[in-house]
């Protein structure tokens, strides 16, 4: 019989993963599936129970949460010569991934793509020996998502991390940045450095609208040291997906990414604290297959 796992993470959001899971034992189960449910309790637990479904060599993972939850679960199948299949029922505050994936934010519509689906690879962004799914940041405004309370993401969604950024840019802190991208070489000021993979980050879909899934480069962005007045500038170009076209913004494509500085910078990656600089980047094209919605 084939083998389906559920990731949920009851957390997540508005913590309502848990009212979906019997109508989606229901759904695979006529599907043909033997369904096991894994409870997320903590930090970790999704890369573990991935990690056994491919070892079990289940056929398919869904993942019940948001995109820490995510990130978690395709942590642990990178890695296995089994990949099963991945589906994702989008329960965060942001679901940048699904958004990028077009995946209905709607639970319930999530739910009916797995009816009837497509699937789709995706590209993997590697981040020293660990991966990422959506984007890394690194700079104050980066720093500042982790001041982010559950509490406040459950009651303002995305808004959240808008005002503690903004808290943030009052101050209009940038830093030295060495980049080093496929053999040539950023110096300078910095107030923020985003490495992209797909369109969506933070809710915002334009942000990186030229980023595909499956396109096989890292979009990144350097936003310069710039004057606090130019910050209003900076925002519309991001509403508006035109922030590679602002002159203080340098954008390029890259397959291999080395980050520095002399200064003791932490980096957020997938919405999580990662790990200081130096970071070495890269990306895995097509490495994992999700399951999408037909297209016409
Ligand atoms: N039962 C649990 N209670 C609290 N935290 C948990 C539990 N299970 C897992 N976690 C942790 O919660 C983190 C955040 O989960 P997730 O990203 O799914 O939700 P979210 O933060 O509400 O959504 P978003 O990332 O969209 O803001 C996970 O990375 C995981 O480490």
């Known amino acids: ?124 962004g590697t981040f020293n020996a660990d991966y990422f799914v959506n984007i890394v940041a ?32 009052a101050s209009n802190p940038s830093y030295p940045l060495s980049i080093e991208h496929d053999g040539e070489e950023w110096e300078g000021e910095s107030l923020l450095f985003l490495a992209a993979l797909t369109n969506s980050i933070g809710g915002f879909e334009n942000l990186a609208p030229d980023a595909d899934v499956d396109d096989g480069v890292l979009h990144c962005y350097i936003i310069k040291d710039i004057n606090v007045l130019k910050l ?3 925002l ?11 002159k203080d913004v340098l954008y390029f494509t890259a397959r291999n990414i080395r980050v520095s500085s002399r200064e003791n910078l932490v980096t957020n990656v997938d919405g999580e604290e990662g790990e200081k600089l130096p970071i070495t980047l890269g990306i895995k094209p097509s490495h994992i297959e999700v399951m999408v919605p037909l297209t016409e």
């Open 1 to 124: 019989m084939k083998k389906a796992m559920l990731i949920v993470n009851p957390s997540s959001g508005k913590e309502e993963a848990l009212n979906y899971v019997e109508e989606l034992e229901g759904i695979l189960n006529q599907q043909g599936y033997e369904v096991s449910v894994s409870q997320t309790e903590k930090e970790l637990d999704a890369t573990k129970f991935c990690q056994s479904a491919c070892k079990d060599e289940f056929e398919l993972v869904i993942s019940l949460g948001g995109d820490g939850t995510l990130h978690e679960t395709i942590n642990g199948l990178i890695d296995e010569q089994h990949r099963p299949k991945l589906g994702i029922i989008p329960m965060g505050t942001v679901n940048d991934f699904a958004r990028a994936l077009n995946i209905p934010l709607d639970p319930e519509k999530a739910i009916d793509v797995l009816r009837n689906h497509q699937t789709r690879k995706v590209d993997i």
């Open 138 to 169: 690194v700079g104050a405004i980066a720093e500042a998502t982790y001041d982010v309370s559950p509490e406040e993401k459950t009651k303002l969604g995305p808004l959240a991390y808008v005002v503690e950024g903004m808290k943030t840019l």
């Open 232 to 234: 209003p500038a900076i």
């Open 236 to 246: 519309t170009s991001i509403l508006t997906g035109k922030l590679k076209k602002n």
